[in-house]
């Protein structure tokens, strides 16, 4: 990984219930670019998750982003592209340098380089950061936390069992 900051470092994801794995991905992703494209899905992939129906709307999911980024202050170092596939400008994009993902997503980084050499554009250096656990040493994840079994800094949450 080179010392100095990569000019232009890309991130993407769904980013419902902005949660702990997260922050700690675009934390990651500032420190090591001075400007960072955040692909956000929209809501037609969301389509073609599990539970999409439960997944909060394009616009809260942005909303609650660019507040987060505002308190990071990370306001002036980013652009936020919707994301209609899984691989978004991360393929037309020369000036990008480097992708940030997660362990579960690093294959989706390897199809983007493939098809940045079959365009002829530099190949991303690939930055893979490992999950975030939960307290029960699970990865936290938006799925969990939708179903209500952590909250976002992977807390678990107990539900309250009652006899018949």
């Not at 939960?134 to 069992?161: F, K, M, P, W």
Request: charged share 30%; glycine share 4%; with cysteine.
């Amino acid at each position: 990984m080179s010392e100095e900051p990569y000019d232009w470092v890309a991130i993407g994801g769904t980013f419902d219930r902005l949660h702990k794995g997260h922050k700690t991905l675009l934390r990651r992703a500032f420190e090591l670019g001075k400007k960072v494209l955040i692909g956000l899905t929209t809501q037609d992939m969301v389509k073609h998750k599990p539970d999409w129906e439960i997944i909060a709307s394009y616009d809260n999911r942005i909303s609650e982003l660019e507040k987060w980024l505002e308190d990071e202050c990370y306001s002036d170092r980013y652009i936020i592209r919707p994301l209609h596939n899984k691989f978004g400008p991360a393929i037309t994009m020369p000036e990008l340098q480097l992708i940030v993902v997660s362990e579960e997503t690093c294959p989706v980084a390897k199809e983007i380089n493939e098809i940045r050499r079959e365009h002829k554009l530099p190949l991303l250096h690939i930055a893979v950061l490992t999950m975030v656990m939960a307290e029960d040493q699970i990865s936290i994840s938006s799925t969990r936390i939708r179903a209500g079994q952590i909250d976002r800094d992977g807390r678990l949450i107990y539900h309250e069992v009652t006899a018949h």
